[in-house]
């Protein structure tokens, strides 16, 4: 059967209008003075594609002719689709998750201090290759390396663009062609694209598995070591843990065996606290300064997850062998850039003072929040949304867990406090939908048809958007 007006999906497409003719219209002509020429033909072309879809897609032939196919129908579409297109891609969001380092949500928040420290040096000249005393030439890595090595007591420091990085050099420089000891139970995948053996295969070490994913021995590594071996390996399992049955060798036993055999031992410590996080649960996280005390020769760490700076790999250890990276070519690849030399250094110097680092980073503040102040938040944001949208949601505060994720503590619960929402009108996953698509977006945790806020996550200014975001939600057609 055909639809009413007895046409077809084909014999109906063909009275789609043309881009052409959806540019004659005013509307859009006066759009042309607002926005680029091309970006309004390129977003009318995408609604007319948009609109051909729909219709092939349609089951019901009979329902075509509510389809209104008329050009001016297409401007609302069409205008959206140019905001999309010029307004930035990379915007802020609002982190109601409670995963405090959300690498999908751009892992740690800088401080207040690091982001004047990065407005400064992005907005002026700077002294990042210029050493003031003596009035020549200097190094980007002078900024950094002797605060590192105060920080950590490290013989020597040097920073490049990411923890991964980090390790690809130091495999790269130690034991390109040669074999690298690791146990079974540390060749891990981080986040998708940082898999142990695949990072060793680029840098043209030999991988040498040792010991089963449970059980690894001292003496696994022992019998491995042979005249083309280059390094032992140590990878903190960050966002897994293995319980029951289990065995690793320790720090000590590693460092024991390097020097045995002068072999250096390398430990990619993946999160890398500087401080003693100061609660039983957090405390287990191995601290950078603790791997060096146990005499590791060389550890990695990344920037933007415990530490709470920026993205970069920080690399300490000790000078016979951090020397050798500093020269090894592909540092110049992998180096790091101004903004980050400034961020991770106005950061870094909050660890002089721990106490100040606890309340000026926001990652570690996140983390160490007491409930109590989180189960008051909670109670603030829920009395604000009953105020506003009592009677399309169901508004309740109930204790929660949150992750500190990045990778950094995978089994330590942080018990949270959360304002559990649920809608009256439309389904959890449509006002999900809506909130991810308000301004600024609005990312919540969805657990038994509820949309939890976790408030650990979220900063103060941001609850008179969340509440404005759950406000918009109206019907249907909002
Ligand atoms: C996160 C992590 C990495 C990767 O660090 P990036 O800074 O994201 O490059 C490498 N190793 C371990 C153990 C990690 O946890």
Redesign the pocket.
């Known amino acids: 059967m055909s639809s009413e007006r007895g046409l077809s999906k084909k014999e109906y497409l063909r009275k789609l209008s043309g881009v052409d003719e959806v540019l004659k219209l005013s509307e859009i002509q006066l759009m042309m003075e607002l926005y680029p020429r091309e970006v309004i033909v390129d977003a009318t072309r995408l609604v007319i594609d948009d609109l051909r879809e729909h219709i092939m897609a349609m089951e019901d032939e009979n329902k075509l002719a509510q389809v209104d196919l008329s050009r001016e129908a297409m401007v609302p579409q069409v205008k959206r689709r140019v905001e999309e297109i010029v307004s930035p891609s990379l915007r802020r969001v609002i982190n109601a998750t409670g995963v405090v380092i959300h ?1 999908n949500l751009g ?1 740690s928040i800088l401080s207040q201090e690091a982001v004047r420290g990065l407005l400064e040096v992005a907005s002026h000249y700077s002294n990042l290759e210029f050493d003031l005393k003596k009035g020549e030439r200097g190094s980007r890595y002078s900024h950094l390396t002797e605060l590192i090595k105060t920080l950590t007591k490290a013989e020597d420091a040097m920073v490049v ?7 690809l050099l130091a495999l790269a420089a130690f034991a390109k062609g040669r074999e690298v000891i690791v146990s079974r139970g540390e060749l ?1 995948e ?2 998708g ?2 898999r ?1 053996p695949d ?1 060793m295969r680029e840098s043209g070490a030999i991988l040498h598995e040792v010991g089963a994913t449970n059980k690894t021995y001292i003496s696994d590594y022992r019998s491995a070591i042979n005249e083309n071996t280059a390094l032992l390996l140590k ?5 897994f843990k293995i319980v029951g049955f289990t065995q690793e060798a320790t720090i000590e036993e590693l460092v024991e065996l390097g020097k045995e055999f002068d072999l250096p031992v390398m430990y ?4 890398g606290v500087l401080v003693n996080l100061p609660s039983t649960q957090l405390a287990e996280e191995p601290t950078a300064a603790s791997a060096l005390k146990a005499g590791v020769d060389v550890i ?6 415990l530490l709470g700076g920026p ?3 920080i690399i300490i250890g000790k000078t016979r062998y951090i020397s050798r990276l500093k020269r090894y070519p592909l540092a110049r690849a992998i180096r790091v850039d101004k903004f980050t030399i400034a961020a991770l250094e106005t950061t870094l110097r909050a660890y002089f003072d721990p106490q100040k680092a606890f309340e000026e980073i926001p990652t570690l503040r996140m983390i160490m929040t007491p409930l109590e102040e989180l189960r008051r938040n909670a109670g603030k944001l829920a009395e604000m949304l009953r105020v506003k949208v009592s009677d399309r949601f169901g508004i309740e505060v109930k204790d929660e867990i949150s992750r500190a994720g ?3 503590l995978p089994l330590a619960e942080l018990p949270t406090s959360v304002v559990s929402m649920t809608p009256k009108f439309c389904s959890t996953v449509e006002a999900e939908q809506k909130l991810r698509g308000n301004i600024p977006p609005i990312i919540v945790r969805v657990k038994e048809e509820k949309i939890l806020l976790d408030v650990r996550t979220i900063l103060p200014e941001e609850y008179n958007e969340i509440v404005e975001g759950f406000g918009k939600i109206e019907s249907r057609e909002s």
Request: no cysteine.
């Open positions: 690498t892992r663009n990411n923890n991964a990085s980090a390790v891990v981080i986040g694209s940082f142990i990072v990878v903190h399992t960050s966002n990619d410590l993946g999160s990695t760490f990344s920037g933007d997850k993205q970069a790999g990045g990778g950094a």
